[in-house]
């Protein structure tokens, strides 16, 4: 009996932990949360063609450590830098450009990702409370190196 109490509690203890989901926001709920409870927003800047993008997606993201530790402490923006949707963020309304015909970047992804006049993807960019750009990095990120620049930024 008292083994299969132990089996059950394993159970019930590791099967929630293995099927977290990161939780993520638009730009427009989280600064609308923010206000209400304060935390640094963690910005993910991709393209649907990056394939470092998508093992970002994939891997880093998938992390129960990383799910952890950005749905306790951060808001957690996924942006794909071609959205042709307008994002309203912090008193200003930023849009697609285009740069030809099936071409162009979001301002906003350009505001975010840019380092040395230039937008790489994939992006990870750390804003604090008050939208100040904390952190970025041009390059795919795995769980270890995210979870270091979480930790000392949280």
């Not at 132990?6 to 293995?18: E, G, R, V």
């Not at 600064?31 to 927003?41: G, V």
Request: with cysteine; proline share 5%.
């Amino acid at each position: 009996m008292k083994k299969a109490v132990y089996i059950l509690l394993i159970f019930f203890w590791i099967i929630p932990t293995s099927f977290a989901q990161l939780k993520t926001y638009t730009f427009e709920e989280t600064e609308k949360l923010s206000k209400e409870k304060p935390k640094p927003i963690v910005v993910f800047i991709h393209t649907t063609w990056c394939n470092y993008c998508k093992m970002m997606e994939n891997s880093t993201f998938k992390n129960p450590e990383i799910i952890q530790l950005l749905n306790s402490n951060f808001y957690f923006i996924s942006l794909d830098a071609e959205s042709k949707n307008d994002i309203q963020f912090n008193n200003h309304t930023f849009k697609f450009k285009p740069k030809g015909p099936n071409s162009g970047i979001h301002e906003l992804a350009t505001a975010l990702a840019e380092i040395d006049t230039q937008v790489v993807y994939p992006t990870i960019t750390i804003l604090q409370t008050e939208y100040s750009i904390v952190f970025q990095r041009h390059s795919f990120l795995n769980a270890k190196e995210l979870l270091a620049v979480l930790e000392k930024t949280k």
